[in-house]
């Protein structure tokens, strides 16, 4: 499954993963209903945040499109809704 789609299922700020009472809890816990952007990449596509090189790459990839200095926690919080993190993980195919 692609990143973006599970965002379309749920999305969040603050947390990784948050379960159906919107209390944070690991990505790969089975109550996990809700993502942020680093939390869904690493839900499906947990074999790439098994080497650091590929998350550094990831996240230098994500960040060279979004023209930003901070970091994608940072900015996946300062969003106000889903669409502008589904649309950059859409665009990005991830």
Not at 1 to 23: P, Q, V
Request: hydrophobic residues 35%.
């Amino acid at each position: 499954m692609k990143a973006w789609k599970l965002l379309e299922r749920g999305w969040c700020k603050g947390n990784y993963a948050r379960d159906e009472m919107d209390h944070p809890c690991d990505v790969f816990d089975s109550k996990a209903v809700q993502f942020c952007l680093i939390g869904a990449v690493k839900r499906c596509y947990p074999s790439s945040y098994s080497s650091k090189l590929t998350i550094v790459n990831d996240h230098r990839r994500i960040l060279g499109e979004l023209k930003l200095k901070q970091c994608l926690a940072e900015w996946n919080d300062s969003q106000t809704s889903a669409e502008p993190v589904i649309a950059l993980l859409k665009e990005l195919d991830i």
